[in-house]
């Protein structure tokens, strides 16, 4: 995969463009919404850019994050990372479906209605999966192409927008009171949007130049996100449209009331296109993690094996039954629980860069995020925003449970199955053979 599918694929890993930032919005108003959006970047995704720029580079594995923890912190903690991962991924993986099936609604509801909501959310999950077969250089050229699909209604809106804004000078309504929930509620939805950048590290063997490639395309995927999240906001403030219930699915409103019922049209197409390509481009990061874990001998040996294009079809097929299965949970609660185990992944990797750079100071480093008090002090902000979802999701419910029991169940499981994988490969080792 070159430089440009890189950035592309590592685009819809975290954002798929500014359709999910409209709770933010409607929660926070303009000037709050656009803050939180400017401050995000520079306390939650820059570190962790910083943080994957060096370890990619410097280990660029099949695997990624789960090799980085595996060898500074031993097979525990890597296999503790691969399943919060993989956990956090049935959550996150069920969200882009349903996404892709609200937008097709908006072109005629009956396509959408009863099962054949479902079966259209089935046949994301299908599509993707046999696209993902044909390889990663497939799947970094579609992402391109999406882009490009994705993001050419909302040049067309923000250009409107300020243009409306510049020449009929429209009063701008630049905020308004929310509650403190629905101010939580914006940072947490922001968070989710900002998050994703290890993602496309699991695919390092199959990146061109990896130790050059690697940091540019966070940086430039993490320039890109953020533009693309506060131009549009910016031109709807400008263009004098009002952000009181601005929700899920509101930018269709927003852009048929700058540019009508086409540009209204192609925003909703959008939408289709960026539920699609999101789930295909993590399609691509997370199936490389049980084909790692199983080369280790972590999982069955057979999930490892691969086709023609060097694909683990057997992680594929794995991962998609999975993630069908898990295609009715409920939107609202899927971004807390998701959130909370992505996090605890996310501070494991933050232990691994400073680990390494104790255990492993010859390593070659073709990008160095600074010096040690550099690197230490990159995973304070990420860390503090994962404990601030903790407490906010306190509240949130799964059936009888919290949000956050609810995850630190589904957490305690991992040193459960790996003592219990452990204990049976012991237990092979230890049998006598034939010979003896």
Known sequence: MRILPLIAATYFMVSGGPYAIEDILGGAGFITAIVILLVLPFVWSLPTTLMI?????????????????????????GYQEGWLSLSASIFDMAIYPAFFVSYLGKFNP???AGWHGWLWSFGVVVVCCAWNLRGAPSV?????????????????????????????????????????????TAVLVAMWNYMGWDNASTVAQEVENPQRNYPLAMIGSAVLVAVTYILPLLAMAFAGLSSESFSTGAWVDAARSVGGNLLGLTVVAGGVISGFG???ALVLSYTRLPMAMAEDGLLPRVVA???AKEVPWVSVLFCGLAWALA?????????????????????????????LRRKEPNLERPFKAGNMAFAIALGVGPTALIGY??????????????????????????PVFYWITTWKQNKRDLAPTPAD
């Open 278 to 280: 999101m789930f295909n």
């Open 53 to 77: 720029g060096e370890l990619a580079s410097a280990i660029p594995a099949e695997g990624g994050f789960y090799v980085w923890v595996r060898r500074a912190l031993g097979p525990f903690w």
């Open 110 to 112: 009956a396509w959408t």
């Open 140 to 184: 970094g050229d579609g992402s391109m192409a999406l882009f490009v699909l994705l993001l050419s209604p909302f040049v067309v809106f923000t250009v409107i927008g300020f243009w409306r804004g510049f020449t009929l000078h429209p009063a701008i309504q630049w905020g308004h009171t929310g509650t403190s929930a629905e101010l939580s």
């Open 305 to 307: 094996r691969k086709n």
């Open 327 to 355: 295609l009715n949970l409920p939107f609202e609660r899927l971004i807390s629980i998701d959130l909370i185990l992505y996090g605890a992944s996310l501070v494991l990797e933050f232990v691994a860069l400073v680990v």
């Open 389 to 414: 979802a903790l407490w906010a999701s306190r509240d949130e419910r799964v059936g009888n449970f919290s949000a956050l029991l609810f995850a630190l169940f589904v957490a305690l499981l991992g």
